[in-house]
């Protein structure tokens, strides 16, 4: 008795008796056999485009504009009566993915500035209604997708800084909404509704991608985050998601550890495990979990008429060669223009990344990396009886030694078969590098298992 009451203190001690992972999402959640594929076929794909479009891209100054720039409703809701991207083809963008190498796309279906990219019967602050455009560009691009085998995942905005019975929370001040009106059950009702048109006027969708969580997180004094501020309804939510599409992923971008009924874990602007943009709260919470990191491809996620900081093709590939070397995928984002075109550059970018993956994409998709963690000299893949090492800085020995038991049928450079000297001990395997090679892109070895 004593005994188990002593261990029942210490537990508590242990454990914090108010864990977030338990009070938040689907109580004991378990993936469905569905999920459980569909989670693998998303850790296969490792690389996606992420599509930032809106009205916002009229202004071409990013989709925090209205924020930014403390435009109120009343004025900036006069944009979708001009919003008419004539140049839009679906056949086009996706095509221009697919050749990227991208396996799957992700697009905002409705960003903080609450407009709908698609027909909703339940708001007409939508693409159809509101424009004159007419068209329902979130049904043509997801028809393209299933025409070319490609998967199509949606963003949905959890805050809205037009609707006023969106509670009020850390942005989205300046819009002149009539905070009194505030209605949580009422707004929750109306995401549940647009979230079932999504998965029932689309076809499969791979993905419901959420952000805007942080709307509602306050800092503590001391400069740490609590856990939970605000209760967004996420069981219902998610349930939602499962019910309406059994084998559809939940992704919720709020920088905290994933709760049950979420299937990836989102990082944004960081490989899993680095923090250089200061959202990273968390670290990998389960190794069960697919990851994703989400990048811009200049500085902005939507259209950003001022922004030429594009990374280099050779910074681009290497982010997706760090990234699956961190078992993760990447999700690249393209702000499309207002006329409906995507940014030259990054059509440029896109294509180049495409031609490095078309050579070397054996060593990406439907790789894991569980082998070994980033090192120094770069990182590792896997893949049924192959190790790709991924040389992205010299090591100044000149070899790499890996401490894997490994019986070794041959070492080769993956880029012309030239067979690589190697030393093996019972615990290391021992790489020599060539003498002269070029890793400014990623120099790649294979190493094939017996
Ligand atoms: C941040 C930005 C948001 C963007 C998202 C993409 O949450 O606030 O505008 O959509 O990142 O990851």
């Known amino acids: 008795m004593l005994t188990n009451l002593l261990i029942a203190s210490l537990l508590s001690l242990a454990a914090p008796s108010s864990s977030p992972e338990i009070v938040e999402g689907i109580q004991g959640y378990v993936p469905t056999p569905e999920v459980l594929e569909s989670r693998q076929r998303f850790s296969d794909d490792k690389f996606g485009i992420f599509i930032h479009w809106g009205v916002y891209s009229m202004l071409g100054r990013g989709e925090w504009v209205m924020n930014t720039d403390k435009i109120r409703f009343s004025d900036y809701s006069i944009l979708p009566g001009g919003f008419y991207p004539g140049n839009f083809d679906a056949a086009e963008w996706v095509s221009a993915f697919k050749a990227a190498g991208a396996r799957y796309i992700t697009i905002t279906t409705r960003h903080h500035d609450g407009f709908s990219m698609f027909k909703s019967r339940w708001s ?15 049904k043509e691009l997801a028809d393209e997708c299933h025409k070319q085998g490609i998967t199509i995942n949606f963003y949905y905005s959890l805050l809205d800084w037009c609707r006023e019975d969106y509670p009020l929370g850390n942005s989205g001040h300046h819009s002149g909404r009539d905070e009194s009106k505030a209605n949580y059950a009422s707004y929750l009702d109306f995401m549940c509704n647009q979230i079932t048109e999504l998965l029932t006027n689309y076809g499969p969708v791979g993905c419901i991608w959420f952000d805007g969580d942080w709307d509602h997180i306050k800092k503590k004094a001391d400069g740490s985050y609590p856990d ?3 209760d967004w309804g996420y ?5 939602l998601i499962h019910s309406l599409q059994p084998g559809c992923l939940v992704g ?13 874990q989102l990082f944004e602007r960081d490989v899993p495990g680095e923090n ?4 990273s709260r968390t670290d990998v919470v389960s190794t069960a979990l697919p990851l994703e990191t989400c990048q811009t491809i200049n500085k902005s996620w939507g259209f950003d008429i001022n922004d030429h900081t594009y990374k280099t093709d050779q910074e681009l590939i290497r982010l997706l060669v760090r990234t699956a070397g961190r078992n993760a995928n990447l999700l690249l984002n393209v702000g499309p223009q207002p006329d409906g075109r995507i940014p030259a550059l990054s059509l440029e970018r896109l294509a180049q990344i495409g031609e490095w993956l078309s050579v070397n994409g054996e060593t990406i998709y439907g790789t894991r990396s569980t082998l070994l963690k980033p090192q120094p000299w770069g990182v590792v893949t896997e893949k049924d009886n192959k190790i790709f090492l991924h040389v992205l800085e010299k090591p100044e020995s000149g070899s790499i030694v890996l401490p894997l038991s490994l019986k070794v ?9 030239t067979e690589l000297n190697f030393k ?12 002269s090679y070029d890793c400014s892109t990623d120099y790649i070895v294979e190493i094939t298992v017996k």
Do not use: M, Q
């Open 409 to 417: 049928k041959s070492v080769r450079s993956f880029a012309d078969g």
């Open 124 to 138: 007409d602050y939508n693409i159809v209604d509101a424009t004159p455009f007419g068209r329902d560009i979130i």
């Open 228 to 230: 939970i501020d605000f």
């Open 424 to 435: 093996r001990t019972k615990s290391e395997l021992t790489v020599v590098l060539p003498e």
């Open 235 to 239: 069981g219902r939510i998610y349930e």
């Open 276 to 279: 250089t943009a200061g959202y």
């Open 252 to 264: 919720n971008n709020h920088h905290r550890r994933t709760i049950p009924g979420e299937d990836i």
